[in-house]
């Protein structure tokens, strides 16, 4: 699953890198929890938690139907 989950991330990088900011997988538990680190601009923006779930929770969970939630570390 965690090559899923890579793939997935790399169709919603190029929008968070286009504002200076990018996220880096850590960790894909075995109950669908995937962990992310936000990283750039996106680590220290107050928008950071609306990115999370609703740009990249919600594109992983319509392409990876086992994930559960994302949390950033």
């Known amino acids: ?5 890579q793939a997935a991330l ?8 286009a504002d ?3 996220v880096k997988l850590v960790e894909v538990t075995d109950d669908g ?3 992310v680190q936000l990283q750039g ?3 220290g923006c107050p928008m ?3 990115t999370l779930k609703n740009g990249i929770e919600r594109v992983l969970k319509e392409e ?3 994930v559960k939630t994302v949390e950033s570390v």
């Open 1 to 5: 699953m965690k090559a899923r989950v």
């Open 10 to 17: 790399e169709k919603v990088r190029p929008s968070l890198q």
């Open 20 to 22: 200076g900011g990018d």
């Open 33 to 35: 929890i995937v962990r």
């Open 41 to 43: 601009h996106c680590a």
């Open 48 to 50: 950071s938690m609306m």
């Open 64 to 66: 990876i139907p086992e």
